[in-house]
């Protein structure tokens, strides 16, 4: 069994804490590796108007309960954002890839695909999976948490993310007779 998922920042019992936006944005780490997930949270947290909430996670089968809100994840917030180690123990990256847009409760949120690979075949797996970006780890830390708060700045400022899947309208707008 792995261990319990951790969600940085950590809340203090009795501190009241109040957020400047509406909810904060969720983000899911799925990275085994203790160093490279230390290195990311603390780019995303950085220098940051958002404070982004990142509970993090080891493997992929963890990376599915967790998102599909199983035994003891059923109060897990649904993330905004997944950024998704592609080497990971007991479901790799892009088996939990396959399984997040299969599912349509899942498939709009937005899947960052992250690998210290120069695979191309890998890439091009995760892209016919419908990951949203596919990045390569760098092995310098100045570069890699550079490359961290690009993703930051592109997916969690930038691009408009929907917050649930209810938020889609349910039938094609009105083409004005084409």
């Not at 695979?119 to 990045?135: I, P, Q, T, W």
Request: proline fraction near 8%; hydrophobic fraction near 40%.
């Amino acid at each position: 069994m792995s261990p319990s998922p951790w969600t940085w920042p950590l809340v203090s019992a009795g501190v009241n804490h109040v957020p400047t936006r509406p909810r904060p944005l969720d983000v899911l780490l799925v990275e085994d590796s203790a160093g490279d997930a230390e290195l990311m949270i603390e780019a995303l947290l950085s220098e940051s108007s958002l404070s982004p909430r990142v509970t993090v996670v080891e493997d992929g089968e963890e990376a599915i309960a967790y998102l599909r809100r199983q035994g003891r994840h059923a109060g897990a917030a649904r993330p905004d954002l997944i950024l998704l180690d592609l080497h990971l123990p007991r479901k790799n990256g892009h088996e939990v890839l396959a399984d997040v847009k299969q599912d349509e409760s899942l498939r709009l949120i937005p899947v960052i695909l992250l690998t210290s690979s120069d695979d191309e075949d890998a890439f091009r797996e995760a892209y016919d999976r419908h990951a949203n970006c596919c990045v390569r780890k760098p092995s310098d830390l100045d570069q890699f948490a550079l490359t961290v708060k690009k993703i930051e700045t592109f997916w969690l400022q930038m691009a408009r993310l929907l917050r649930e899947p209810q938020s889609l309208p349910r039938t094609p707008p009105d083409r004005g007779g084409e």
